[in-house]
């Protein structure tokens, strides 16, 4: 990072010149992505929002979004920044130690290392804080054991963000820890789950007796749950986000070849999500070309869910503006960004099926638009219930925005007095 200037203080002008003349003269068709991500990274651009000691510049959400739409004039390849890398990075910007930042944040970037979220067990989603994997202390190692659940990605990561319970005599929420563990040792197993839409996004994983260096715990033991309310409130920040699939995989030379065989991999899992929001662009088009929109109740359940999709691109970008003049309400704008996400998705799922009758049942090339309208309806449960269901998000909204009264506990005093699934 060493010829950078500070251009966080320069107009959006500035920024959009300077990043231009720089990929004229590194931006090369024929070199090997890796190649160029490195290039990327030491340029300063591939994550210009993080801060000026951890490859950025400091810039904010919309002077990055600047260098953006310059790499996007010029066809160039960013960082490898999506997914539960994105989460990863996050969390380990926020609460990692410099020895942490300096060995996992470049190979995200550059695209290096996958990673994968292991928060969830079969026993605890929702009630989250009511995990059972154990973290035990041996030496300079932590010894994991226990299963997670609807691991997406992680039939293909190298790193897992997992939490696991380091102190079964504390509360439930003050006794657990946050680590970064290598999915590739001999306790880690991971096992594929088949979806009723016909995809394998996650997966099962059981860790027996894997180790991970007390090293690699972020945070002090025990502070776990409050970073991982962190990366949560990230990634229900990203549902109000573009996932920024690129058009970059079409285009022709090395480089391209090379970034679409990448993305076929780490995009795989996330091919059904723009039918698992909806696909609110085909419901008017669809009641046009099939004549359904002559139909008053389809008009009026169309108009409706125009309505909703209208309301929350205002509602994400009063949020993004929010953010952009520096408040941190990242939590309640991203349940409600999370919550309208759901709304929408259900009220399309609705209309395609008011559109299409009885053939939006029928899959593959016997269904409308060769099936893509029976994977809508097979894949919008899925937006309910991801990154903390509708109600979870109805619980945090009510009670952190409105200011409502919690729900009585029944789960205080130490962790292993309290009545759980029997395990
Ligand atoms: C597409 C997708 C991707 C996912 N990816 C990952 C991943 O990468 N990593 C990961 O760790 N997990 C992942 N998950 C798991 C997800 O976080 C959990 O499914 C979710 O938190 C819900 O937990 P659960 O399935 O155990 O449901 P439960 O918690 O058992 O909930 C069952 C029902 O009870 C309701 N309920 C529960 N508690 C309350 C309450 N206090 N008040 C009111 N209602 C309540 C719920 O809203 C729900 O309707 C993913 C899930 C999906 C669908």
Known sequence: MAEEQDLSTATDEVIHETVLAWLKDNWRTDRPLAEWRNILVDGGWAAPDWPTECYGRGFSLAQAQVVQRAFREVGAVGAALGGPGNLAAHTILAHGNEAQKRRYLRPILTGEHAWCQLFSEPGS??????????????????????????????????????????????????????????????????????????????????????????????????????????????????????????????????????????????????????????????????????????????????????????????????????????????????????????????????VHTLVSGPEAMLGGSDGPMDGVIAEILLSVPAISIAGGTDEIQKNIISERVLGLPKEPRFDTGPFRDIPRNAS
């Open 125 to 350: 989603g929702s009630d989250l804080a009511g995990l059972t994997t154990r973290a035990k202390r041996d030496g300079d190692n932590y010894i994991i054991n226990g299963q997670k659940v609807w691991n997406t990605s992680a039939h293909h990561a190298d790193f897992g963000i997992l939490i696991a319970r380091t102190d079964w005599d504390a509360p439930k929420h003050q006794g657990i820890s946050y680590f970064l563990i290598n999915m590739r040792q001999p306790g880690v197993e991971v096992r594929p789950l088949r979806q009723m839409n016909g995809h394998a996004s996650f997966n099962e994983v059981f860790l027996t007796d894997a180790l991970v260096p007390v090293t690699d715990r972020l945070g002090n033991e025990g502070d776990g749950w409050r970073i991982a309310s962190s990366t949560l409130s990230a990634e229900r920040q990203a549902f109000s986000r573009d996932r920024g699939i690129g058009t970059l995989r079409e285009r022709e030379g090395t480089i391209y070849a090379e970034y679409a065989a990448e993305q076929a991999i780490a995009q795989e899992p996330y091919t059904w999500y723009p039918q698992r929001a909806g696909r609110v662009d085909l419901a008017l088009p669809r009641a046009m070309a099939t004549g359904a929109i002559r139909d008053p109740v389809v008009r009026q359940e169309l108009a409706r869910l125009l309505c909703l999709a209208h309301a929350a691109e205002y509602a994400a970008a009063s949020a993004a503006a929010t953010r952009r003049a520096g408040s941190n309400t990242i939590v309640p704008a991203g349940s409600i960004a999370k919550l309208t996400a759901s709304l929408i998705a259900r009220q399309a799922s609705h």
